[in-house]
C-alpha cells in the first residue's frame, strides 16, 4: 500500500497555485532573484515573498540572501514524494481498473450466450 509522507499536503498545497507553479517553472532554467520572479507576475514584492515563503516550506525551493538580494533556486528531488505517492495510487487504480475490465468483459460474453 502507499507509505505516508508528512509532507505530502504541504507540496499539493504548494502546487496547487498556478503563479506558484510558474514560478517553479522558472526556476527550472536557472536559480533567480525575487524581484525576477515577480516581474512577469505582475504581483507585488510582498505577494510574491508570501509565494516563495510557501514553495520553501514545501521544500521545492531554497533562497540564499546576499546583502539586499535573495536568490531562489529548486530543490533537486523536492517532487518525488508527490511522485511516488502517485505512481502508488496509479497502480492500486490500474489494477481495479482491470478487474473492472475483466467483470464488464465477462458479464458482456455471458449476456451474448
Known amino acids: 500500500m502507499t507509505k505516508h509522507y508528512p509532507d505530502l499536503s504541504l507540496l499539493f498545497h ?6 506558484r507553479r510558474a514560478t517553479l517553472g522558472r526556476l527550472v532554467e536557472s ?15 510582498p505577494t510574491v515573498m508570501r509565494h516563495i515563503s510557501v514553495l520553501e516550506e514545501a521544500g ?26 502517485m505512481d502508488d495510487h496509479r497502480t492500486l487504480w490500474e489494477a481495479r481498473l482491470d478487474r473492472l475490465d475483466a467483470f464488464v468483459m465477462n458479464t458482456l460474453k455471458e449476456e451474448d450466450r
Open 31 to 45: 536559480p533567480m532573484r525575487i524581484t525576477g520572479l515577480a516581474e512577469p507576475t505582475g504581483l507585488s514584492l
Open 60 to 85: 521545492l525551493i531554497t533562497s540564499s540572501k546576499d546583502g539586499r538580494i535573495r536568490t531562489c533556486s529548486l530543490v533537486p528531488g523536492a517532487l518525488a514524494p508527490a511522485r511516488h505517492w
Open 14 to 19: 504548494a502546487l496547487a497555485d498556478p503563479t
